[in-house]
């Protein structure tokens, strides 16, 4: 289906039309990379949240599926239970035993919401199994599966632990800041391994948890634990957005290093939440892949675009780097990218360039005695994205102030920044913007800010800028091909 939406990305996820947030059940099965996602069938807000579906083999290019997991009523209680975020793994020695044709198939692992007249009742952990790839569930008759009789109580990540030949599943109790970490040898029998918090930032509920193993930078075959956790924003409870721990996991337990340096947080734009990564990834390829939810609870139901409602950020490559502090995680946007890149477009300083509305620069400011500088994404008279860099601060930022339609909400106007330090004086920004999304990736993936933007114009060209002094930057520009043809 070819798109003409005035704000639809070329190459990032949108569901063909209605609400979405939170990507689930990200998983790699039988050839095809899946993405479930929380969607809405009856509306473009928040509601009667159901799991979406889509395939692809490159984590680009996506298929739309029918709708896999649909909210229901129970007629005997008229209680209605919504399909919250979860999971999915690929259960392919039937250690569930749903799969009686021999053979194994994918689970579902996500949170009943139950609830009457839109009161909330109770959130406990269900199952579903499909022997068709995904592309219909089955929903466990003995569920819940996971009950403490919480009423808040969310988002089971769970995956296979080698180890011990067991699964594990990392799911939070929200307003206690609490992962709790089950084993189960069958997705139906769940024993308690441990909790872990509250830590670091606790200012707003704990969501969408997830632990992983991360690659070493320098040495990818060398993995360590991380703990992901979807809270509040670097700026502020305002906002949501993501902290991450970097630990060590002995199949029953997670022990966070450096616990006085918390909270570290993940991204400091501010349409990045929900970010979990893909179960099942071939070993021969050992990635670790990451895809988060590119809104923000604190505007997200406004955002001007229709008929569909939010998008899913790139998918990024997670590593993590050892420095002076500590290790920290890394984000790269996944080579794939570079396959759908089209014409590369030339630029020279002081001109502009129009690269269409989807597109990648790759930025170098290699010296200069400018107090700011970077370059403007022009999208009208007085209308303008700013990615620059601020000496004095020691930021990169986005403004996002004057980009176009901000009045819709009054969080959306905003300046977007993250702390880094030139490198040997030099800063490096690969930065894809795709018509209302912009993210920004720094110094090889160190910082990402990732933000909305909903100019008004047809065109969007570049310019780079120096305030106060000189800048010496080589700025490379390519179109990107719509994903979508
Ligand atoms: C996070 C979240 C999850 C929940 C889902 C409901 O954005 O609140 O905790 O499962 O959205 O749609």
Redesign the pocket.
Known sequence: RKYTEQYRPAFHFSPDHNWT??PNGLLYFDGEYHLFY?YNPFGNK?GH?SWGHAVSSDLLRWEHLPVAITEYTDKASGDSTMI??GSAVADVNNTSGFFSKGGGGMVAIY?S?VHRNNQQLTQHQSVAYSEDRGRTFTRYTDNPVLDKKLKDF??PKVFWYEPEKKWVMTVVV?DKFKAQFYESKNLKDWKLLSEFGPLGDTAKIW??PDLIEVPLLDNPAKKKWVLLI?NSHPQGPTFVGMQYFVGNFDGRKFTPEYPKQYPLYLEYGKDF??AVTFNNVPKSDGRTILLG?ANN?AYGQDIPTEPWRSAMTLPRELYLKNTAYGYRVIQKPVRELAAIRDDSVKYTPPGKVFPGKSFEVNYSYTAGNAAKFGFKIITGENEETIIGYDKSLQEVYIDRTKSGNVSFHSNFPSVDRAPVKLQNGKLKLQVFVDNSIVEVYINDGEQVITDQIFPTSSEYSLQQFAEGGTAEADMRVWKIKSVWL
């Open positions: 947030n939170d929380q928040w949240m919250f975020s949170t919401h969310r988002d929200p969501e969408c979807s939440y929900a939810w609870w």
